[in-house]
C-alpha cells in the first residue's frame, strides 16, 4: 500500500481530515487491502466485529434484518472513503444487518486491537465514534419508521406538524359584529367555527355551532347582539408549528373542539378534533363530557373505558409513547378530579385545607394503560386541632375515593401508597419531617420504598401547598451527600438485562417463561437516573423526559447523549404499551413481563440499543456521583 497516498486519501475524509497526521501515518502502517467480488457477503447479522473497514472505491449495501431476494430492504448504500462497521465495534457488539458489496469493491482493513490502540492514540477519532454511537439509536428508530410503519397519513396525524392539518384561512369575523353576520358565512363555508380577531389580526376568541345553541338559540336570545357577548374569549393557542399530538393534549385537558393557531401572535388557522383523530370511534370532546357530566362512580367508570378505547386507537394510529402517555394521564386526572368532587368534596371539612397530590407515573404523567394507585394528602389544620385529629376526618373520605377509583379502574396500589393510608394522609409539616427523615437519615430500604414520593404533583385542592413543599424539598436535599450516596445506589441496583455477547438475561417466571421484566429492568433504571438528578440539579419537574432535558442542559451534556437516552426510555415505554395492549386483546391480565425472543427481529434489535442506552445512563450517573460512592 502507498503510504503517501493512503494519508492524502484519509485527508479528505472525516474525521480524519482533523486527525494530525503522524496518527495517519501511524493508521497507514497497519491497515491491510481486501478485495471483495460483486455480491458477496462481508459481514452477516450476529457476526462479531472483528476489522474496521473503510472503501477504497466500490459500494457496500446495507440490507435490513428479514430480506430476501423478492423483499429486498437497502437501509443504506455507503461509498467511497466511508467506514463500517463503526458503531458495532464501538459498542462491542456484533452487526445487526448483513453488508454485502454492491459491486467489486477493495477496501482497507483495521483490526480489532489497532482500532481500540487509535481511539487511545487520537481524541478526535475517539469522540467521532462516540458521536456515532450515541446517534445509532435515533438513525435506527428513522429507519425503522421509513421501512416497516404504516405509511399512511392518517396514522401519522398526531406527529405531523399543524400546519399540514389546519384551515389555513378560517372565517373570521371583529368585535361588534352581530351573531348573525357571523353564522350566515359559516351557513355557506359549511364550517362550524369563526375566529375573532382584532384589528390586527390577533384572535380575541371564538364563536362555534355550540356558542350559537347554547349561549343565544336555547336562552331565546337576539340574533341581532354582538357576537363578543356569546363568544368564547381569549381562545387557547398553539404556535402554527407545534405538533398534532400538542393540539390533542390541549383538547384532552379543556372544554372545546377546536384549536386556534398564531404565527408571531396572529391568526395562522384552526384545526378542529375531526382533522385529529378521524380515525376514532370516540373522541376526546366526547369523554370530556361524559366526565363533565358524570354523576355518579359508575359513569365515570364508563369514562375510564373510553380512555382505554381512545387510547387503543391511538396506538393504531402510529401515536409515540410520550404523547400517549400524556394524554392518558391528562385525561386520568380528570376522571380521579371528578371521583374527589363526587365523593370527597360534598363531606370535606371546610376548616381542613386539602390538597390531593398523584404520586409515582402519574405524578410523571407517565401513565400506561394498566396504572394502579398512587397518591396522598397534604393538609393544613386550623389552630386548635391537632393533625391526628384532621387525620381522624380525612381517612374515611380518602378511602371511599380509593375504593371508588378501584372500581372506576384503577386498583388498588399493592404497596398500600394511598391516601387512605395514614402514612401517606399528612399535614405539611409532616410532610416536610418525613422528608426530612429520609434526607438526613437515609437507609437504603426507606429510600427504596420512598423514592415514589419524590415524584408527588398537585392534583385536587389547594396547589400552593404541593407548591411550596417541592420548592422546599429542592432547597432541603442541597449538599445531603450521603442522601444522594444512597439513592444513587439504589438508582444502580438493577443493570439492564444484557450479557457479555450484547444477549439477554432472561429468568423463568410464573407469567413469562424466559422472560424479561420491561419496566422494572429498563424503564424504571431511567426513571430513577433521571429523578437523582432532578433533585441535584433543582429540577422542580416531575416528568422523567422534563428531567433528563432540563438536566442535560445544566450538565451540558452532550445533546446526542440526551436525545439518544430519551429515545430509549420512549421506545421501552412504547414497547410496554404495545404488550399491554397485545394481552388486553387476547383477554389476559396485563403484566410488565415479555420474552425479547418472541419479538420481531426489529424491536428485538431496538430492545437491545434502548437497554444499552440505559446501562451508558447508569455509568454517566455513576461517574457524576463517583466521589460520594467511594
Avoid at 474525521?15 to 460483486?38: G, I, K
Avoid at 477493495?106 to 456515532?132: A, G, I, N, Q, T
Avoid at 355551532?209 to 341581532?224: A, E, T, W
Avoid at 450484547?502 to 426513571?527: E, M, N, P, Q, Y
Amino acid at each position: 500500500m502507498d503510504t503517501k497516498s493512503f494519508v492524502s486519501e484519509l485527508k479528505r475524509r472525516r474525521p480524519f481530515d482533523r486527525v494530525p497526521e503522524v496518527h495517519l501515518l501511524w493508521l497507514a502502517e497497519r491497515m491491510e487491502p481486501v478485495e471483495f467480488s460483486e455480491g458477496s457477503i462481508i459481514l452477516s447479522p450476529g457476526e462479531p466485529c472483528t476489522a474496521l473497514y473503510i472503501i477504497h472505491s466500490g459500494i457496500v449495501q446495507l440490507e435490513a434484518v428479514g430480506s430476501t431476494a423478492d423483499n429486498l430492504k437497502i437501509l443504506a448504500e455507503l461509498v467511497e472513503g466511508e467506514s463500517f462497521p463503526l458503531e458495532a465495534l464501538e459498542e462491542a457488539r456484533p452487526v445487526f444487518s448483513t453488508f454485502r458489496a454492491k459491486v467489486t469493491t477493495s477496501c482497507y482493513s483495521l483490526s480489532l486491537d489497532d482500532f481500540l490502540e487509535f481511539k487511545k492514540l487520537d481524541k478526535v477519532f475517539s469522540d467521532f465514534c462516540h458521536y456515532r454511537s450515541t446517534s445509532f439509536l435515533e438513525q435506527s428508530r428513522r429507519v425503522y419508521k421509513l421501512h416497516f410503519s404504516n405509511q399512511s397519513e392518517e396514522q401519522q396525524r398526531l406527529s405531523m406538524p399543524l400546519s399540514l392539518l389546519m384551515k389555513p384561512e378560517p372565517p373570521t369575523a371583529k368585535a361588534g359584529w352581530t351573531v348573525r353576520e357571523v353564522v350566515a358565512p359559516m351557513y355557506e363555508q359549511d364550517t362550524d367555527a369563526t375566529v375573532i380577531i382584532d384589528d390586527e389580526s390577533r384572535p380575541i376568541g371564538i364563536f362555534t355551532i355550540r356558542d350559537l345553541l347554547r349561549k343565544v338559540i336555547i336562552p331565546g336570545m337576539d340574533l341581532y347582539m354582538p357576537v363578543e357577548k356569546a363568544m368564547t374569549p381569549s381562545p387557547k393557542t398553539l404556535h402554527v408549528s407545534a405538533l398534532g399530538y400538542e393540539a390533542a393534549l390541549m383538547l384532552a385537558e379543556e372544554e372545546f373542539h377546536h384549536v386556534v393557531l398564531v404565527n408571531e401572535g396572529r391568526l395562522a388557522g384552526v384545526v378542529s378534533e375531526r382533522e385529529l383523530f378521524n380515525l376514532q370511534r370516540v373522541s376526546l370532546s366526547q369523554i370530556n363530557a361524559q366526565i363533565r357530566l358524570a354523576d355518579s362512580i359508575d359513569q365515570l367508570k364508563e369514562c375510564h373505558r373510553d380512555i382505554r378505547l381512545l387510547s387503543e386507537n391511538m396506538l393504531i394510529q402510529g401515536a409515540t409513547a410520550d404523547q400517549m402517555t400524556q394524554i392518558i394521564s391528562s385525561l386520568n386526572d380528570q376522571v380521579i378530579t371528578r371521583a374527589l368532587d363526587l365523593e370527597f368534596a360534598p363531606r370535606a371539612p371546610s376548616t381542613v385545607k386539602v390538597c390531593w397530590v398523584a404520586l409515582g407515573s402519574e405524578g410523571r404523567h407517565e401513565q400506561t394503560l394498566t396504572t394502579d394507585q398512587d397518591n396522598g394528602i397534604i393538609f393544613e389544620h386550623p389552630e386548635g386541632m391537632t393533625p391526628d385529629q384532621a387525620r381522624a376526618l380525612l381517612l374515611p373520605l380518602a378511602e371511599n375515593v380509593n375504593r371508588a377509583l378501584a372500581h372506576i379502574g384503577f386498583p388498588l396500589c399493592e404497596g398500600n401508597i394511598m391516601a387512605m393510608n395514614p402514612d401517606c394522609c399528612l399535614s405539611y409539616k409532616e410532610w416536610q419531617k418525613r422528608f426530612n427523615t429520609w434526607i438526613s437519615e437515609p437507609t437504603p430500604e426507606a429510600l427504596l420504598n420512598a423514592s415514589i414520593f419524590f415524584d408527588f404533583r398537585f392534583l385536587y385542592g389547594v396547589a400552593s401547598h404541593a407548591d411550596r413543599l417541592r420548592t422546599w424539598l429542592a432547597d432541603a436535599v442541597k449538599g445531603q451527600n450521603r442522601f444522594f450516596h444512597l439513592l444513587v445506589e439504589n438508582a444502580l441496583q438493577r443493570t439492564p438485562p444484557l450479557g457479555f455477547f450484547r444477549d439477554f438475561v432472561v429468568d423463568d417466571h410464573a407469567d413469562c417463561a424466559g422472560s424479561i421484566d420491561i419496566k422494572a429492568s429498563g424503564v424504571t433504571l431511567f426513571v430513577d437516573a433521571a429523578r437523582v438528578y432532578a433533585l441535584a440539579q433543582g429540577v422542580t419537574r416531575s416528568n422523567s423526559r422534563q428531567r433528563l432535558l432540563m438536566s442535560g442542559d445544566q450538565r451540558r451534556w452532550p445533546q446526542s447523549d440526551v436525545n439518544a437516552w430519551m429515545d430509549a426510555f420512549s421506545f421501552l415505554q412504547s414497547l410496554r404499551i404495545r404488550h399491554h395492549f397485545e394481552l388486553h386483546r387476547n383477554g389476559c391480565e396485563s403484566h410488565n413481563r415479555l420474552n425479547p425472543y418472541e419479538l420481531n427481529n426489529l424491536d428485538r434489535r431496538f430492545l437491545l440499543e434502548s437497554l444499552r442506552q440505559a446501562g451508558k445512563l447508569q455509568k454517566q450517573l455513576k461517574a457524576d456521583f463517583s466521589q460520594l460512592m467511594m
